[in-house]
């Protein structure tokens, strides 16, 4: 792919990439075996386990997880009102669009309640071991500690494109807008009114600047992780992209990223 040129221009030595084309076509750039901790992109492998314990009857988007009045449909989407790191909430729920390690990381404590699982055993068994992504693994905490590679991340982003592991229905509900009109900060990008946010992924919306490109539809969906690495899937351009680096991401990745990502749909 010519997008992959403006790759080598990025200050990120070691980056694989992987773009999935709109005819489904799979196009690589460096050792996309090479694995890394993947940061916050482990908290889409997380939501994709909750939802998979919904629909095998575990729990409900509707069960009281966290302060009072806060569900797992709450902080699947940042909006229980925990802060970063913290463990004491900061607002009530649905009031603010908080980005929340914190969050993520009572929904793992949950999960591991109603199942009466191990929280790394079940995210292996239900989307790493049936995806076939035998070179990730969980050792720490399901909001940021995921070690995958690319190879692996487009098993799951097959499973963004098109679910086998839970309904269609439900990941329709998992990538789009949820407690909509909220305002919030995406960390180390900017603050957006509205932030919008599904139960797991960002959506891209009318966020800009932003990490994502411009040419990305409102309706693109993913995320990034502090490791220099991200996913997403454009629902309506068909094209879906992955990348793991090893430089932290900062200012670099939001001028570099929007430009590959522009020339890549344009390809």
């Given amino acids: 792919m010519r997008a992959f040129e403006l790759a080598r221009e990025w200050p990120a030595p070691n980056t694989s990439i992987c773009v999935i084309d709109r005819n ?3 196009h690589t750039f460096g050792d996309t075996s090479r694995t890394s901790r993947i940061a916050s992109i482990s908290k889409l492998l997380t939501a994709w386990a909750t939802h998979i314990a919904i629909e095998e009857g575990s729990t409900t988007l509707d069960t009281p997880v966290g302060q009072d009045g806060c569900t797992l449909a709450h902080l699947l989407a940042h909006a ?13 729920p649905a009031r603010k669009r908080i980005y929340s390690n914190s969050g993520y990381d009572l929904i793992a404590e949950h999960l591991e309640s109603v199942t009466e699982i191990a929280f790394n055993e079940y995210l292996n068994d239900a989307v790493f071991s049936p995806l076939g992504m ?3 693994s969980l050792n720490g905490s399901g909001a940021k500690d995921v070690v995958s590679c690319v190879d692996d991340l ?3 982003a097959l499973e963004l494109r098109k679910p086998q592991l839970i309904s269609a229905e439900t990941a329709r509900i998992a990538t789009t807008t949820q407690f909509a009109d909220l305002e919030g900060v995406v960390p180390g990008v900017g603050r957006f009114n509205p932030c919008n946010w599904g139960f797991g992924p960002e959506i891209h919306g009318a966020k800009h600047p932003h990490w994502m490109g411009t040419r990305n539809s409102a309706s693109t969906f993913g995320h990034f992780g502090g490791t220099g690495s991200f996913i ?3 629902p309506v351009a068909n094209i879906s992209c992955i990348a793991l680096c090893r430089v932290e991401f900062d200012n670099w990745a939001l001028h570099y990223w929007p430009q590959f990502f522009d020339a890549l749909l344009d390809e």
């Fill in 232 to 234: 997403w899937h454009d």
């Fill in 154 to 156: 487009v098993e799951f």
């Fill in 80 to 92: 229980g009102g925990y802060s970063f790191d913290g463990d004491t909430p900061i607002v009530s």
């Fill in 134 to 136: 035998a070179s990730s």
């Fill in 24 to 26: 489904g076509d799979t």
